[in-house]
């Protein structure tokens, strides 16, 4: 549980940090960066969340165990996606090509 502590920590200070970038350059890239890490810090979020209902001894029903399942996921493929769009729009941007 404590490494599951570290990594929402970490993915909240990556919010602060990507948050604080876009408000001093406004670039368009930031902004989804951002928004990709937020989703990374809600989907750690919930994985911390499902392992101390387990951790306690409290058995959710079967339709809570789906959702803590399935919404991490979903959370982790819209950081996946976002994250592959700001990286786009930030090579765009940079001329790095």
């Known amino acids: 549980m404590l490494v599951e502590l570290n990594y929402v920590l970490f993915s909240f200070l990556l919010v602060i940090y990507s948050v ?3 408000h001093k350059l406004r670039q368009r890239g930031l902004l989804y960066l951002t928004l990709s890490f937020i989703f990374l810090a809600s989907s750690t979020t919930l994985k911390m969340l499902n392992s101390m209902i387990w951790s306690y001894g409290n058995p959710p ?12 996921l979903a959370l982790f493929t819209c950081f996946t996606v976002c994250s ?14």
């Open 61 to 72: 029903s079967i339709l809570m165990l789906r959702l803590l399942e399935l919404s991490p």
């Open 84 to 97: 592959i769009i700001a990286l786009g729009k930030i090579l765009k941007t940079s001329n790095l090509d």
């Open 20 to 22: 604080w970038r876009y």
